[in-house]
């Protein structure tokens, strides 16, 4: 059993306690981190369109920077929570300590990549030329603090990874508290600050999640005592970088595949108008947080089966399926009637178009039918993470959006219009949710005696 626990055992006691414990400061956390984008186009919006067009240039650059930071973070959760459950707590400092090293690397290169090839770049993704300098204004003091938004993410997965999500919430809640406070300041000039508009929306983000790159670090080496030096001999940092990779890389797949498939659709929907596209973005604006406990809940499964993995208990990892097949059916049927209740009122603060309501209240009144299926998709590809065998998870994603919903959304589509493409939609989730029990149940099954024994040593 691990020694120099400063967190509750996730190896004993009630499955559906532990989950509802580690879940719940994370549904804040995750809140908070939602409304880095919120107060930033807010603020930004106000000093014109210009700014905020250009802002909007930056975001997939920096979607998939965040996907790649998500992917380290999920390689990090599972290796460590696996150690963790075994009580190897030497193969846990080890393994924080090279995971927050090859972090600070991946910041540095992504760091000096993006100084270098902004105009480039966003020349490519169809940005004016006038919009260039004001770009550069953004993304320039963005990427000198890339390793803030990276090398977070890393340490905040290792908290998470043995058990301490209570932590995680409060320091996201208070960079997010921060960036508020932060942004009227440098982007308006506000109090003798000095007036940075574009710039200033960068400068508060990076100066924001630097203190959440210091507040992780002093908690991992002052407090939890699990960050150190790196391994310096080669062969043993290369096996590190192997095991956090192995799950890493997977990851980050997974994470860039939803947003791309996204822009796919758009495309479809706009074939229907410009109302049929704001109609589908105020939607979308609300299914996030409509979400956000099936993001919590997934974001904390991973660290849960990892830690009861390592540790052999293979009792637990079935009741951990059997809740979470339970809480995403009964939560997501409360969340579907909720929505189909009170959708006509939360779309209307958003417009008063009698057409981007209707679409907007066709997508609410369809697809919440079917977050139960969407909800246990997120839990099982964090539950393979947290194994350590991400690939199905990878599959199922895949599978969800270039197998089944892409082909289906393109037929409902053109044979039925927009309301069939969110059919499909619904479809997707579903088949795809059922699919992902299916898979994750059997794979429990055919590793029985691999996972009831201790799987790290």
């Known amino acids: 059993m691990p020694s120099n626990r400063n967190q509750p055992s996730l190896l004993e006691g009630p499955v559906a306690g532990h989950l509802r414990r580690l879940a719940l400061p994370m549904v804040w956390g995750i809140l908070a981190t939602m409304s880095f984008n919120v107060v930033d186009t807010?603020?930004?919006?106000?000093?014109?369109?210009?700014?905020?067009a250009a802002?909007?240039?930056?975001?997939?650059?920096?979607m998939v920077i965040n996907a790649l930071a998500i992917g380290l973070?999920?390689?990090?959760?599972?290796?460590?929570?696996?150690?963790?459950?075994?009580?190897?707590?030497?193969?846990?400092?080890?393994?924080?300590?090279?995971?927050?090293?090859?972090?600070?690397?991946?910041?540095?290169?992504?760091?000096?990549?993006?100084?270098?090839?902004?105009?480039?770049?966003?020349?490519?993704?169809?940005?004016?030329?006038?919009?260039?300098?004001?770009?550069?204004?953004?993304?320039?003091?963005?990427?000198?603090?890339?390793?803030?938004?990276?090398?977070?993410?890393?340490?905040?997965?290792?908290?998470?990874?043995?058990?301490?999500?209570?932590?995680?919430?409060?320091?996201?809640?208070?960079?997010?508290f921060f960036n508020l406070i932060l942004d009227p300041l440098l982007i308006f000039g506000l109090f003798g600050f000095p007036r940075l508009e574009l710039q200033g929306a960068a400068l508060a983000t990076v100066i924001a999640r630097g203190l959440s790159f210091a507040i992780a670090l002093y908690v991992l080496v002052r407090r939890e005592h699990i960050l150190g030096a790196p391994s310096w001999q080669w062969p043993a940092l290369r096996?590190?970088?192997?095991?956090?990779?192995?799950v890493g890389l997977p990851a980050i797949a997974t994470n860039v595949i939803i947003p791309m498939s996204g822009g796919v659709v758009v495309a479809l929907v706009a074939k229907h108008g410009a109302d049929a596209v704001a109609g589908l973005g105020v939607a979308l604006r609300i299914e996030p947080v409509a979400l956000i406990v099936f993001y919590a809940l997934s974001s904390v499964v991973g660290p849960f089966m990892g830690q009861n993995a390592g540790a052999g208990r293979y009792d637990r990892l079935l009741q951990t399926v059997a809740v979470l097949a339970r809480f995403c059916i009964a939560f997501g049927l409360g969340l579907a009637v909720t929505l189909w209740l009170v959708g006509g009122s939360l779309v209307s603060l958003f417009s008063e178009s009698p057409e981007v309501i209707a679409v907007a209240i066709a997508?609410?009144?369809?697809?919440?039918?079917?977050?139960?299926?969407?909800?246990?998709?997120?839990?099982?590809?964090?539950?393979?993470?947290?194994?350590?065998?991400?690939?199905?998870?990878?599959?199922?994603?895949f599978l969800r959006v270039l197998g089944l919903y892409l082909p289906l959304a393109w037929l409902g589509n053109h044979y039925w219009g927009i309301t069939g493409l969110f059919v499909a939609t619904l479809i997707s989730n579903l088949v795809l949710g059922g699919a992902a029990w299916w898979w994750l149940r059997r794979y429990l099954g055919g590793h029985q005696s691999e996972l009831s024994s201790v799987a790290v040593k």
């Open 239 to 246: 096996e590190s970088w192997r095991t956090l990779l192995a």
């Open 73 to 176: 973070g999920a390689g990090t959760s599972s290796a460590v929570a696996r150690a963790y459950g075994a009580g190897d707590m030497q193969r846990v400092r080890q393994l924080v300590s090279d995971a927050t090293f090859l972090a600070l690397l991946i910041a540095l290169v992504v760091s000096a990549a993006g100084l270098l090839t902004i105009e480039p770049l966003f020349r490519l993704l169809g940005a004016q030329e006038q919009l260039l300098p004001l770009i550069a204004d953004y993304m320039v003091p963005w990427y000198f603090g890339a390793v803030f938004a990276v090398v977070p993410m890393v340490s905040l997965s290792a908290l998470r990874a043995i058990g301490n999500s209570a932590i995680t919430g409060r320091i996201l809640m208070a960079v997010a």
């Open 55 to 62: 802002m909007s240039f930056t975001f997939p650059v920096v």
């Open 42 to 52: 807010y603020f930004v919006a106000q000093l014109g369109s210009a700014p905020l």
């Open 363 to 397: 997508y609410l009144s369809l697809v919440p039918f079917s977050y139960a299926g969407y909800g246990f998709v997120m839990s099982a590809n964090a539950a393979f993470n947290g194994l350590g065998h991400p690939l199905p998870g990878t599959l199922i994603s």
